[in-house]
T-cell receptor, first 113, second 113 residues
Framework: AQSVTQLGSHVSVSEGALVLLRCNYS??????LFWYVQYPNQGLQLLLK??????LVKGINGFEAEFKKSETSFHLTKPSAHMSDAAEYFC???????????FGTGTSLTVIP | DAGVTQSPTHLIKTRGQHVTLRCSPI?????VSWYQQVLGQGPQFIFQ???????GRGNFPDRFSARQFPNYSSELNVNALLLGDSALYLC????????????FGSGTRLTVV
């Protein structure tokens, strides 16, 4: 079975500081991995995805994530936080041959001016 | 290009009633999936349809049903509504069946009173 664990339901960073949102997955074989962002009262927007190509994945808005098979992790980072980054972030996993996402419980990011 | 469109955006129903939610995929997309997002949690997979056939079903009761039409739009139906069905219902579409390339709509917020 697939599952995702997001460590830290709430993360606060100062504007300009490093953003690090943690995600660990559980899967018998390397899956596809995704990060989505959700702004209040909106749907999910894809930030980036890993589909077994390069392990360092660059996404939109300056975000990137690194797939580490040995640690079963896919942490999301951004060098310098902006106020507009304040939102809910979801990590998701999908089996390579599957057709559904398994989402984590989300991390709420607060950016302090 | 229009994205995934869902209607209505908000809905209030009474316990025991029936509800129909609608989704129009991106033009050319043949796969539609439905997810339920309860407040404070990650989205949970309900159904996937591809080429008008059900290709996946999550762990939801039989009160939940869906269908996909020849134009690839989709409906999600929920019978005998319970308070616990209050959630944001998200539709996602993709060109193909795999989960690697889904685009999400903004969702329908259902409140059951």
């Amino acid at each position: 079975a697939q599952s995702v664990t997001q460590l830290g339901s709430h993360v606060s960073v100062s504007e300009g500081a490093l953003v690090l949102l943690r995600c660990n997955y559980s899967s018998s074989v390397p899956p596809y991995l995704f990060w989505y962002v959700q702004y209040p009262n909106q749907g999910l927007q894809l930030l980036l995805k890993y589909t077994s190509a390069a392990t360092l994945v660059k996404g939109i808005n300056g975000f990137e994530a690194e797939f580490k098979k040995s640690e079963t992790s896919f942490h999301l980072t951004k060098p310098s936080a902006h106020m507009s980054d304040a939102a809910e972030y979801f990590c998701a996993v999908s089996p390579v041959t599957g057709n559904q996402f398994y989402f984590g419980t989300g991390t709420s990011l607060t950016v302090i001016p | 290009d229009a994205g995934v469109t869902q209607s209505p955006t908000h809905l209030i129903k009474t316990r025991g009633q029936h509800v129909t939610l609608r989704c129009s995929p991106i033009s050319g997309h043949k796969s539609v999936s439905w997810y339920q997002q309860v407040l404070g949690q990650g989205p949970q997979f309900i159904f996937q349809y591809y080429e008008k056939e059900e290709r996946g079903r999550g762990n939801f009761p039989d009160r939940f049903s869906a269908r996909q039409f020849p134009n690839y739009s989709s409906e999600l139906n929920v019978n005998a509504l319970l308070l616990g069905d209050s959630a944001l219902y998200l539709c996602a579409s993709s060109l193909q069946q795999g989960a690697g390339g889904y685009t999400f709509g903004s969702g329908t917020r259902l409140t059951v009173v």
